[in-house]
């Protein structure tokens, strides 16, 4: 199969490395509006090396996902070979093994030498950095020698050119595809004009792709300016942050587009890739600019959740839409999931998750197993509880009729680990366990009810309720019906186990 074409950093304009800004919908709007490039948000290694790299069949998108669950990182297919992975780092090693974890998704990987905030420095990384070159250059050879993907990255300028001018020397020897230069010293805020004279000097003495950035204030605010700033630098590609995270429409060759109609199509990328809200109103805010003190601005910092934030957009038809269809995909994914419980040792297993949004208010899974635990005649179902010390995550046993059913996820809180472990049991007895749009107990009760009435043979301690779709879990003939609930319970699930008896 043919290589991909390695990313070319020649005569392009680039969406910044923005935290908190540069999640995949703020990626996906800058592409779509003409970035070339765009880099993520900056992620520190440490973090990331300790990320699983998960397929999410529901939404479509690599994860890499933190041992606490949170999504650290985001991509998917439309934006593989145009994103370029920021870290940040201090160590070479550390960072070829995150490098090495994401490259396959990611069109490049970027250092990030630039950020003088002190949670960056006192670890070594961000500006910190500048004025350690060797450690910059054993980062970046072990990289570049690492990898299969370009290697690149981004720094402020020395406040001496001479300074500078020797560390991009260095920097190009590493092997390095391309440098991007922020135009202004570590001690310079934000506000301070930036040094072109700088980016043109280093653009004279190095022949890799310079990347120009610093422009957003003063020099760069519509799309034809960035053409200008690339100019006033002689570097060949400019990246663009804070005019973008106002309106990434500044990509737009044609001319920029309302920040309503902006904040509006990033809201749907945020719905439809389920970014995190507080980045989500975090990116709104900014471009709401001086309009975040008015009603709207208000309403939209009260907003606590994504659906609450569509609701202040008037988008709650598009959040419902898109709602409902990955509601779905996450039951035809549970539904996969749910045909193979495997046994741990004595512990009936399934991977689940417990996603509060998919049960009404009030409802939940632990409910619904007491209620079936009564109905049966069984003891009162009992769980445990462990804690793992690296990220504290929990994860709960509930012990059922004697049988022990576990979720292989591990939870934030206690109280989602039981869940978890109660959905795990209801699953695999094929028992509703409330969700919304499931068929629920007082519906069990009534169909019943009404067998009863009409003289069928279907008992009320019938042991395990064979509803629609949840029949293939347990199989069950009439002789076991006669059986006392719990052995027969247990065998059921037995039954039910695609595991062979052997492994126990
Ligand atoms: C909200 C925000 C977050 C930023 N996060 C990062 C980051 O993660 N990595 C980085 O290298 N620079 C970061 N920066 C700096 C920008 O990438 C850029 O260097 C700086 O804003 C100057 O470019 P501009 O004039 O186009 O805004 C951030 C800037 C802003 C405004």
């Known amino acids: 199969m043919a290589e991909t074409a390695k990313l070319c950093f020649r005569n392009k304009t680039a969406l910044a490395p923005m935290v908190r800004v540069g999640t995949l919908p703020m990626r996906l709007l800058a592409l779509d509006y003409g970035a070339d490039i765009v880099y993520c948000e900056e992620l520190i290694d440490i973090k990331m090396a300790q990320c699983k ?268 839409k898109i709602e409902s269809e990955l509601q779905q995909r996450r039951e035809e994914k549970n539904n996969t999931i749910e045909s193979h419980p495997t046994l741990d040792g004595d512990v009936i297993t399934m991977p689940v998750r417990f996603e509060k949004r998919e049960y009404p208010p009030q409802i939940t899974p632990k409910m619904y197993l007491l209620e079936w635990s009564r109905r049966e005649k069984l003891e009162q179902p009992v769980y445990e509880v462990v804690q793992r010390s690296q990220d504290r995550a929990f994860q709960s046993t509930v012990i059922v009729a004697e049988k022990k059913y576990r979720s292989t996820l591990w939870e934030k809180s206690k109280k989602s680990a039981e869940q978890a472990a109660a959905v795990v049991c209801l699953r695999v007895l094929g028992v509703p366990e409330g969700r919304v749009g499931e068929d629920s107990c007082e519906l069990v009760n009534k169909r019943k009810r009404e067998e009863n009435k009409n003289g069928e043979i279907q008992s009320e301690d019938s042991p395990v309720p064979e509803l629609d779709g949840r029949k293939r879990h347990i199989t069950q003939s009439p002789e076991k019906a006669e059986e006392p609930a719990n052995r027969t319970t247990n065998k059921a699930v037995m039954n039910a186990l695609h595991v062979n008896q052997t492994a126990s």
């Open 53 to 320: 790299r998960v397929v999410n069949e529901v939404l479509d998108t690599v994860d890499f996902v933190a041992p606490d669950d949170r999504v650290m990182f985001r991509t998917c297919s439309r934006e593989k070979d145009r994103v370029v992975f920021q870290m940040g780092t201090a160590d070479p090693q550390r960072a070829l093994i995150v490098a090495q974890l994401v490259q396959n998704d990611v069109a490049a990987i970027d250092v990030n030498m630039g950020c003088p905030k002190e949670y960056s420095t006192k670890g070594g990384m961000g500006a910190a950095l500048l004025s350690d070159p060797d450690k910059i250059e054993a980062i970046l050879t072990t990289l570049v020698n690492g990898l299969s993907k370009p290697v690149t990255c981004k720094i402020r300028v020395l406040p001496s050119l001479e300074d500078t001018v020797k560390l991009v020397k260095r920097i190009e020897k590493t092997g390095v595809s391309a440098l991007a230069v922020h135009g202004r010293f570590k001690e310079e805020r934000p506000q301070h004009p930036v040094h072109c004279d700088y980016i043109q000097a280093v653009t004279k003495v190095v022949s890799i792709p310079v990347i120009a950035n610093g422009g957003s204030l003063d020099l760069v605010k519509t799309h034809s300016d960035i053409t200008k700033f690339r100019e006033a630098t002689g570097a060949c590609s400019v990246m663009v942050a804070r005019a973008a995270m106002w309106n990434p429409s500044i990509f737009c060759s044609k001319g920029t587009v309302s920040v309503d109609e902006v904040m509006e199509e990033y809201i749907k990328y945020a719905v439809r890739y389920d970014n995190n809200a507080f980045n989500t109103k975090y990116c709104l805010c900014q471009m709401l600019r001086d309009r975040v003190e008015s009603p709207m601005g208000k309403q939209l910092h009260a907003a606590q959740t994504t659906k609450e934030i569509c609701a202040v957009y008037s988008m709650m038809e598009y959040y419902d």
